[in-house]
């Protein structure tokens, strides 16, 4: 299994572009979650999803996009980037409905100018 | 809201032993965990209290007091790669049969010979 992957592991962007962020999972997780790590901030959740077609919000949403078509993948867009979403993004995946240890991948660190 | 307090910084011994505490309000809480994380890579699971006691697995034990909102995560016999970050995290249930998971800032260990 490759476990959990993201897709790109680094990025630098210009204010306004666009980009999505990949995530899949090979394990067959239901849970999957999008976290950013900032200094001094510690991990905060973006977006998480309870199975495929289901998603929903979480502590810092704004500015990001989610969706779930499959069990595998949950992409994270950013629909208009700006300076402050500079940081370490990290996909995590679980079994059931989050109760369960989540399995990080191994980060995608962005940019953005 | 949740609230999650643990040290920022803590040094110790190799050899030695090491106590990390965390303390946390929050509603609707369904367990805590603790991450290990090294600079530049993924968090990755230590342990896991969801009843009050000691668990213990290896060189690590995690503690818990659910009437406190306290936790604590024991280091024995401290090694050079001990060295990471530690995060404690409290698993809520945040509605529509699904859990979000919030994280502290992390405590930051440095082994020193």
Not at chain 1, 63 to 79: C, I
């Amino acid at each position: 299994n490759a476990g959990v992957t993201q897709t790109p592991k680094f990025q630098v962007l210009k204010t306004g572009q666009s980009m999505t962020l990949q995530c899949a999972q090979d394990m067959n997780h239901e849970y999957m979650s999008w976290y950013r790590q900032d200094p001094g901030m510690g991990l905060r959740l973006i977006h998480y999803s309870v199975g495929a077609g289901i998603t929903d919000q979480g502590e810092v949403p704004n500015g990001y996009n989610v969706s779930r078509s499959t069990t595998e993948d949950f992409p994270l867009r950013l629909l208009s980037a700006a300076p402050s979403q500079t940081s370490v993004y990290f996909c995590a995946s679980s079994y059931g409905s989050g109760m369960e240890t989540q399995y990080f991948g191994p980060g995608t660190r962005l940019l953005v100018l | 809201g949740q609230n999650i307090d643990q040290p920022t910084e803590m040094t110790a011994t190799e050899g030695a032993i090491v106590q990390i505490n965390c303390t946390y309000q929050t509603s609707g809480f369904n367990g805590l965990f603790w991450y290990q994380q090294h600079a530049g890579e993924a968090p990755t699971f230590l342990s896991y209290n969801v009843l009050d006691g000691l668990e213990e697995k290896g060189r690590f034990s995690s503690f818990l007091s659910r009437s406190k909102g306290y936790s604590y995560l024991l280091l024995k016999e401290l090694q050079m790669k001990d060295s990471a970050s530690y995060l404690c995290a409290v698993l809520a249930y945040s509605g529509a049969g699904s859990y979000q998971l919030t994280f502290g800032k992390g405590t930051k260990l440095s082994v020193i010979p």
